[in-house]
């Protein structure tokens, strides 16, 4: 493991807490995973959008999360059957369940509408890297792309053999996780906590601290997905908002997170530019 991480750190500098826009920000008649969502999301404030990945069965990438296809196209299929003619042609669903008269996007054509705009976290792109990986590297964008993934050594051993340098960010949900990507050859600059507990070794003072000092930014996902999943030890966005900023992102940003990921980045870039004097 190494780090090699100037583009987040020198964001760090700037801002302290970076703004992470799950899926971009969407709503009404603007879908998520989309350029128009990735451009609201940089309106309402945040430093870095999320962008899902999905490949077709004839290898085209386009920015989708995978299984949210009964969600988003009305019936149930799966993305990575269908060839991108087939995707190309749905009028996708918004958030009333009404046409919404826009389509899925290939990735080649999303990111180069936001070279030298912000950080992006490439996510569930884990599937493909052996031809995802290349693709990526073709984009000249290395000093924002963040790719991550769970710790599989699978995964791992992918990333270290394609040499590629690409900033990383594991997916860690047990201080066994983290020391298994230690022993891999891979360019970690930030680490995705998950804990259900605040209780949890992963929020300890004493590795956040160590994590900060390696250059590696801590990063805590404050969306809330549903009523089943905690993520970051109930302090949410839902939280946040029926109980108070304070009470959960600011306890978030207190115990020293670098990176919050959030649905809402207007509310948690407001509420921490006005909150916090770093």
């Known amino acids: 493991m190494y780090t090699d991480n100037k583009p987040i750190a020198d964001a760090v500098a700037r801002k302290k807490v970076l703004v992470a826009a799950h899926r971009g920000t969407c709503g009404g008649n603007i879908i998520w995973n989309t350029t128009l969502s990735y451009r609201n999301a940089l309106l309402h404030g945040a430093d870095m959008i999320e962008i899902d990945v999905s490949m077709t069965r004839d290898d085209v990438f386009f920015a989708f999360h995978n299984t949210e296809e009964e969600a988003e196209f009305g019936k149930k299929c799966d993305i990575r059957e269908m060839s991108s003619d087939e995707v190309e042609e749905i009028n996708v669903l918004n958030a009333i369940r ?21 950080l992006i976290n490439i996510d569930r792109s884990w599937f493909y890297w052996e031809k995802m990986i290349d693709f990526l590297k073709s984009m000249n964008m290395d000093d924002q792309i963040l790719l991550k993934s769970g710790v599989e050594d699978d995964y791992l051993e992918k990333l270290a053999a394609s040499g590629s340098g690409l900033m990383y960010m594991p997916i860690v949900r047990t201080m066994d996780e983290w020391e298994r990507v230690k ?80 649905d809402w980045p207007a509310l948690l870039r407001n509420y921490i530019d006005g909150k916090y004097h770093f």
């Not at 008269?101 to 080649?108: A, K, N, P």
């Open 183 to 262: 022993a891999y050859d891979v360019n970690v600059c930030a680490a995705e906590l998950i804990f259900d507990s605040l209780e949890s070794p992963l929020t300890d003072t004493c590795f956040l601290q160590s994590l900060r000092k390696q250059g590696i930014a801590p990063w805590v996902n404050a969306i809330t997905l549903n009523d089943r999943d905690i993520l970051s030890g109930g302090l949410d966005d839902n939280h946040a908002i029926a109980d108070g900023f304070d009470e959960n992102w600011g306890k978030l940003v207190d115990m020293g997170f670098q990176i919050i990921q959030t």
């Open 98 to 118: 009404n046409t919404s008269g826009q389509r899925v996007e290939r990735l080649e054509s999303v990111l180069p509408m936001f070279k030298g705009k912000c």
